[in-house]
């Protein structure tokens, strides 16, 4: 019985040395289109399906392969009689190797100036029906759909048999390949028919296997497209914890803007500033927490010269991550061998939404962006703060976003100098952010504070005034604003409202 394999490809990779090998090995390969056409043009003996099945393509294309002779030489059970008695009957031929792949709907989605109509003809439907009534008859028929596949497939094929294991997995493969395909349309047409979902679909691909997790004896994988926003460029691989602090470092840098630089740790930032220069930013953002820098995360978003890449040799630091490195710069890091350096190829603040796992599920949100609040500043006190102070609270407010609630955060001259992190209590935060600062001799007389929640009672107002903050920003909304407002027209201190909190748990 004539052995026969299906080619119908849209990435034609590699296809014309997988025909070749197949054809060598005695099938008779049938391919659609511009396949064949590749194919006959490399010298390989090819059956065009329309020739095959006596059917013509039809619709431009739209219709070539759904078929009985096709589908029935996929499906039909080989060691079932009355499927054999039917294929017989009905002149259907076993078709044993079934390679297909998918019309390029995502990267026609990706394109911004693609029409509807583009979408609507790359949805690919003989492809995916191939690819799914292959992978069902797994017992008996092999399915490509990637040309990473192939040389695999061929070596195992040469040595006398596809074992049922990697039928097995090719199947697992092709399903998990139309299930991203069906993903990635409904996820497009729902955003261009502005239709609400009903399910949140998520389909990544494992990228690589981490060598732990938060911890030693937790396993990890980082998944999805992470590698299209950082590259290493130098050190250890990134770890668990690396990658999330990373992440969140540069989500900060991203809105702090020019001349910015965050150090963090334990996904919180040890400083944050904002300077005329990158290396100058880096001086006093370390500055306000040189203990806890110390194998830390710094991000800046510009390029590392020479001179800061001396200063950032000076202390143990886990990840160096920015837009790009100068030749001399990369001298000077190289020379700590184990230090992560790490590209950020494009900017990640553009998600639209956040989720995080729950028992049974998820928890889904918008993301958190910092939008409208600092054209309705509405200032509440007697005192009203000067420019640079307003200038000063609103990074103090950006920099809040960015630490555990509940938060406080001293600035001055667009530098952290006091940072209270994760407490239960916003005094117990004060407090931290301040003994912080005296720690390390940074002067509060005269520096602004960010709270990322309302003041319920007077008392951490207070705190922050009675350590030298002469302005706040904070959301207000509390049952006590006006005591805390009296407070703070009692010592003089300008407060503004911003009527948003940002939380962050």
Same mark, same amino acid.
């Given at each position: $019985?004539?052995?026969?394999?299906?080619? !119908?490809? !849209?990435?034609?990779?590699?296809?014309?040395?997988? /025909?070749?090998?197949?054809?060598?090995?005695?099938?008779?390969?049938?391919?659609?289109?511009?396949?064949?056409?590749?194919?006959?043009?490399?010298?390989?003996?090819?059956?065009?399906?329309?020739?095959?099945?006596?059917?013509?393509?039809?619709?431009?294309?739209? #219709?070539?392969?759904?078929?009985?002779?096709?589908?029935?030489?996929?499906?039909?059970? +080989?060691?079932? !009689?009355?499927?054999?008695?039917?294929?017989?009957? *009905?002149?259907?031929?076993?078709?044993?190797?079934?390679?297909?792949?998918?019309?390029?709907?995502?990267?026609?989605?990706?394109?911004?100036?693609?029409?509807?109509?583009?979408?609507?003809?790359?949805?690919?439907?003989?492809?995916?029906?191939?690819?799914?009534?292959?992978?069902?008859?797994?017992?008996?028929?092999? #399915?490509?759909?990637?040309?990473?596949?192939?040389?695999?497939?061929?070596?195992?094929?040469?040595?006398?048999?596809?074992?049922?294991?990697? +039928?097995?997995?090719?199947? #697992?493969?092709?399903?998990?390949?139309?299930?991203?395909?069906? &993903?990635?349309?409904?996820?497009?047409?729902?955003?261009?028919?502005?239709?609400?979902?009903?399910?949140?679909?998520?389909?990544?691909?494992?990228?690589?296997?981490?060598?732990?997790?938060?911890?030693?004896?937790?396993?990890?994988?980082?998944?999805?497209?992470?590698?299209?926003?950082?590259?290493?460029?130098?050190?250890?691989?990134?770890?668990?914890?690396?990658?999330?602090?990373?992440?969140?470092?540069?989500?900060?840098?991203?809105?702090? =803007?020019?001349?910015?630089?965050?150090?963090?740790?334990?996904?919180?930032?040890? /400083?944050?500033?904002?300077?005329?220069?990158?290396?100058?930013?880096?001086?006093?953002?370390?500055?306000?927490?040189?203990?806890?820098?110390?194998?830390?995360?710094?991000?800046?978003?510009?390029? &590392?010269?020479?001179?800061?890449?001396?200063?950032?040799?000076?202390?143990?630091?886990?990840?160096?991550?920015?837009?790009?490195?100068?030749?001399?710069?990369?001298?000077?890091?190289?020379?700590?061998?184990?230090?992560?350096?790490?590209?950020?190829?494009?900017?990640?603040?553009?998600?639209?939404?956040?989720?995080?796992?729950?028992?049974?599920?998820?928890?889904?949100?918008?993301?958190?962006?910092?939008?409208?609040?600092?054209?309705?500043?509405?200032?509440?006190?007697?005192?009203?703060?000067?420019?640079?102070?307003?200038?000063?609270?609103?990074?103090?407010?950006?920099?809040?976003?960015?630490?555990?609630?509940?938060?406080?955060?001293?600035?001055?001259?667009? $530098?952290?100098?006091?940072?209270?992190? =994760?407490?239960?209590?916003?005094?117990?935060?004060?407090?931290?952010?301040?003994?912080?600062?005296?720690?390390?001799?940074?002067?509060?007389?005269?520096?602004?504070?960010?709270?990322?929640?309302?003041?319920?009672?007077?008392?951490?107002?207070?705190?922050? #005034?009675?350590?030298?903050?002469?302005? &706040?920003?904070?959301?207000?909304?509390?049952?006590?604003?006006?005591? &805390?407002?009296?407070?703070? *027209?009692?010592?003089?201190?300008? $407060?503004?409202?911003?009527?948003?909190?940002?939380?962050?748990?």
């Amino acid at each position: $019985m004539k052995k026969y394999a299906l080619l !119908s490809v !849209s990435d034609k990779s590699k296809i014309e040395l997988l /025909g070749k090998e197949l054809h060598q090995l005695g099938y008779g390969i049938l391919a659609t289109g511009k396949t064949a056409k590749l194919l006959k043009e490399n010298g390989i003996d090819t059956i065009e399906v329309s020739d095959f099945t006596g059917s013509p393509e039809v619709f431009d294309g739209r #219709v070539k392969t759904l078929h009985p002779k096709i589908f029935g030489g996929i499906l039909f059970r +080989r060691e079932e !009689s009355n499927d054999i008695k039917q294929a017989e009957a *009905n002149s259907i031929e076993a078709i044993d190797i079934v390679c297909v792949n998918l019309y390029p709907f995502e990267k026609t989605a990706r394109n911004p100036d693609a029409e509807l109509s583009d979408l609507i003809e790359n949805i690919d439907i003989g492809g995916p029906s191939l690819i799914r009534a292959a992978a069902k008859n797994y017992k008996y028929v092999s #399915v490509l759909t990637s040309p990473e596949q192939y040389e695999n497939f061929i070596a195992e094929l040469k040595s006398g048999e596809v074992t049922i294991q990697t +039928r097995e997995k090719l199947a #697992v493969e092709a399903y998990s390949h139309t299930a991203d395909y069906d &993903v990635n349309i409904s996820g497009t047409l729902e955003k261009k028919f502005n239709i609400k979902p009903d399910k949140f679909r998520l389909s990544k691909p494992i990228l690589k296997e981490l060598r732990y997790g938060e911890n030693p004896h937790q396993k990890a994988e980082v998944c999805g497209s992470f590698y299209d926003y950082f590259e290493p460029i130098h050190g250890k691989e990134l770890s668990y914890n690396n990658i999330l602090d990373l992440a969140a470092a540069v989500e900060l840098v991203e809105e702090l =803007g020019a001349n910015s630089c965050a150090i963090i740790k334990h996904n919180n930032p040890c /400083g944050a500033a904002k300077a005329d220069t990158t290396l100058n930013a880096y001086l006093k953002a370390l500055t306000c927490d040189p203990v806890s820098a110390f194998g830390g995360i710094v991000v800046v978003n510009e390029e &590392v010269n020479e001179e800061l890449a001396i200063k950032l040799n000076e202390i143990f630091l886990e990840v160096v991550c920015a837009p790009s490195f100068s030749e001399a710069a990369l001298t000077v890091l190289h020379k700590k061998k184990d230090r992560r350096l790490v590209k950020k190829l494009k900017n990640i603040n553009d998600s639209e939404f956040t989720f995080r796992s729950i028992p049974g599920g998820l928890l889904l949100q918008s993301c958190d962006r910092v939008k409208e609040e600092f054209v309705n500043l509405k200032s509440v006190t007697d005192r009203k703060p000067s420019e640079s102070e307003i200038e000063d609270l609103k990074f103090a407010w950006i920099v809040c976003k960015h630490v555990k609630s509940n938060a406080i955060v001293f600035v001055k001259d667009k $530098m952290t100098v006091g940072v209270g992190a =994760g407490q239960v209590s916003r005094v117990d935060s004060a407090k931290i952010a301040a003994i912080k600062a005296k720690q390390f001799g940074l002067e509060l007389k005269g520096s602004v504070v960010a709270s990322d929640a309302y003041f319920p009672f007077a008392d951490g107002l207070l705190e922050v #005034v009675n350590n030298g903050a002469v302005a &706040v920003i904070q959301p207000g909304g509390s049952v006590r604003d006006a005591e &805390v407002i009296d407070a703070a *027209n009692k010592n003089n201190t300008a $407060m503004v409202f911003t009527g948003i909190r940002h939380f962050k748990h």
